[in-house]
């Protein structure tokens, strides 16, 4: 959730430009065989990080109806008065969270480098990967040599089988036309598969390159292309540049659109590799598996079907110089940040200042701290866990989870658009969701990660190899059930479909979204919220076509299908009318897994606490009543303030919702807010009761 509440890991894979999709499998939430027995819980708090009973009542606007801004009347002070850090684009609870983990996760970085640990302990793996990462001067007086050599493979590429297995070599981790993750099948779930996927845009997505909104964008990309080129002195690079754009164009054009890509009936396509030569010829696929090692490789699923067959088509008509150029300069994308503090520089200017809106680079020993978590994330978190996380709000959080399942199952009793035949099979599923949270019952092994002091650029070329290495040994071997997709120190969350699980790690359990000495209506409107959010997913959409064992089959009725169409019909109907800015509307299809998962979730929330309180009525705090309290939480989660630029960009590719849109989208639609806040037909956010969306 790093601003999202349904994580898709990104690993460093080679045959391509690095794809993973969501989701792990796990023991019972009760179990603590994964914390370490160094327990150092934090010393008690007399009373709430915010407020007196958790929420930060000086945040709210008071000149701001609730009925016709609930965001802003729940957050507006505290927009008014926060400007965002230079380093950022955003600026939100998140961030706050985030980098109060990075500062912790600093500490024990410092920690394991001063223990003056022998060469292959994990304590010299986290101590030198850091320092040789933020050793700035050392990484510009080695200049072009760690690069040199891989910068004169690609140039020395003859055909485009030489091109094809560049790029899928796990120890280059090179960008590629396709990407490939392995992943539990999701129509055969007891084993794993090979998944490939349409990848290769430098842009984040087909729209930069072929949307007039964006038109501004593909020069400065041509630019960001040139300048790389010319700091590697590759030779021609304005020539290549102009080269490598149009080919990505060309790719843009035969890729999906991405609200097209979360259609999960069609983004799976069982091909055996006999098949897939035939209906894609244009790439030489056998020498890319072998290469990938997946030589033995029989069988593969293909997510984007017709858009592989042309990228492969596109592979063999583009001439080699073209892929040569474009391995070149991808390559130096990838790792700029450890090549001298010019290509860093560079990256930035595009990728952060340009399309996000950033006025200045994050701190090295921050982005040093990210390096870290993105390499060791497990070894660190172990230690993060005993330093940071108390055992009692993993006790509490099992009790949450537990009465938010319940709040599910009480609703799908009072729901009238589904039949009994499909409630008998959303119960079994409901039965079957397994919960983790806070850290892992098992811990990575890094014992086949090498790191080297003062080789930041090896370093992260094999941090590539050893992620692309631990995903094919999991091909022909039993499920892993025990796997984490998502650190404990990172504020986040997450569902799986294919292994029907939650995820809650450590770091997301703090103030706002979850205090153990709250109130109870804000835990319930905060992580709460953020739980039903989570369990939502395993009914969006996309995620109800999922069983309680993970396996994708359609067990639903026609006529609850055609139900829940309608339902999430309207809801998307009422998104598509929310305009951040103008020509950049919200797109409801991308976005309504999550805009689902939104309102089922606090539905759910409210719902589990209502059943908390056993038919006792909410105490009134400071003059306020347990039902706004619950509003309250919820929008004190998602407070936010963002650059224009960051906000565009989110409309344009991403499935998330504007913080805005995730409050006022959400309460409108709620009987309950309207009660709690008195809201009358003349406020902003007003809707007639028949026209509020009911799906959980």
């Not at 593969?300 to 583009?318: N, W």
């Not at 092994?445 to 050893?466: E, I, M, Q, W």
């Not at 719902?607 to 400071?622: F, H, M, Q, R, V």
Request: aromatic share 10%; hydrophobic share 40%.
């Amino acid at each position: 959730m790093a601003e999202r509440l349904t994580i898709v890991r990104r690993l460093s894979v080679t045959l391509m430009a690095s794809v993973a999709l969501a989701a792990c499998g796990a023991s019972s939430s009760n179990s603590d065989g994964g914390r370490p027995d160094s327990m150092a819980a934090p010393p008690e708090a007399a009373k709430p990080e915010l407020g007196e009973w958790g929420i930060e009542v000086e945040n709210v606007l008071e000149s701001v109806d609730p009925g016709d801004d609930f965001f802003n009347y729940v957050n507006g002070s505290w927009i008014e008065r926060t400007e965002i850090p230079d380093e950022f684009s955003s600026y939100s609870s998140f961030t706050i969270l985030a980098e109060r983990s990075e500062e912790q996760v600093r500490q024990i970085i410092k920690d394991a480098a001063a223990s003056a640990p022998k060469t292959g302990t994990i304590e010299q793996k986290i101590g030198d990967f850091f320092a040789s990462f933020v050793d700035v001067d050392a990484i510009n007086k080695l200049g072009l040599k760690p690069i040199a050599e891989d910068l004169e493979f690609f140039a020395s590429l003859q055909t485009h089988e030489d091109v094809a297995r560049a790029m899928a070599l796990p120890e280059l981790g090179a960008s590629s036309f396709i990407g490939a993750y392995v992943e539990i099948d999701a129509k055969r779930t007891q084993q794993y598969s090979l998944y490939i996927t349409q990848a290769g845009l430098g842009m984040p997505n087909r729209d930069y390159y072929l949307d007039d909104k964006l038109a501004d964008k593909r020069p400065k990309y041509k630019d960001y292309i040139e300048t790389l080129l010319t700091l590697a002195e590759v030779p021609e690079p304005a020539q290549k540049a102009a080269a490598i754009l149009d080919l990505e164009t060309r790719m843009a054009e035969a890729h999906w659109e991405p609200a097209k890509r979360r259609n999960r009936d069609l983004t799976y396509n069982l091909k055996s590799v006999d098949e897939l030569e035939l209906y894609a010829p244009g790439a030489p696929w056998r020498v890319i598996f072998e290469a990938a090692d997946l030589g033995d490789l029989e069988e593969l699923i293909v997510r984007e079907d017709d858009a592989i067959q042309k990228l492969a088509a596109l592979f063999s008509e583009t001439p080699v110089e073209t892929w040569r150029a474009y391995l070149a300069f991808h390559h130096i994308s990838s790792f700029a940040s450890t090549l001298p503090s010019a290509f860093d520089q560079a990256r930035f200017e595009f990728y952060s200042k340009e399309l996000r809106g950033t006025i200045a680079q994050r701190e090295r020993w921050k982005r040093g701290v990210g390096a870290v978590n993105g390499t060791l994330g497990e070894a660190v978190g172990q230690v993060y866990v005993a330093r940071h996380f108390p055992p009692e709000s993993k006790t509490q959080m099992v009790e949450l989870v537990e009465n938010v399942k319940r709040a599910l199952s009480v609703r799908l009793d009072a729901i009238d658009w589904m039949s009994e035949a499909t409630k008998v099979e959303a119960r079994e599923k409901l039965g079957k969701f397994t919960t983790k949270i806070g850290y892992p019952n098992e811990w990575q092994d890094y014992s086949s990660l090498t790191v080297v002091r003062g080789d930041a650029y090896g370093n992260a070329k094999r941090a590539t190899a050893f992620g692309w290495s631990e995903q094919v040994k999991k091909l022909g071997g039993p499920i892993d059930r025990n796997e984490w997709f998502i650190n404990p120190q990172t504020v986040n969350a997450y569902y799986s479909p294919t292994r029907n699980e939650i995820v809650f790690p450590a770091a997301i359990l703090q103030a706002p979204f979850f205090d153990p000495y709250a109130d109870p209506a804000v835990n319930y409107g905060g992580i709460g919220g953020v739980i039903g959010h989570e369990i939502g997913h395993g009914f969006d959409d996309q995620g109800r076509k999922s069983d309680g064992d993970g396996m994708l089959r359609d067990w639903w009725t026609e006529e609850d299908k055609e139900n829940y169409e309608v339902l999430a019909a309207g809801l998307g109907a009422q998104y598509e009318t929310y305009e951040p800015f103008e020509g950049f509307s919200i797109n409801p299809t991308l976005t309504m897994g999550e805009n689902i998962g939104d309102l089922g979730g606090l539905n759910l929330a409210y719902e589990a606490y209502k059943l908390s309180l056993n038919g006792e009525e909410a105490p009134t705090i400071d003059g306020i009543t347990g039902d706004q309290r619950f509003f309250l939480a919820w929008g004190q989660v998602w407070k936010r303030v963002a650059r224009e630029e960051a906000i565009k960009a989110q409309v344009a590719t991403g499935p998330h919702s504007p913080a805005k849109y995730r409050v006022n989208g959400i309460v409108r639609n709620m009987d309950a807010w309207y009660d709690a806040f008195e809201i009358e037909s003349d406020d902003a956010l007003y809707l007639p009761p028949e026209q509020r969306v009911r799906i959980w």
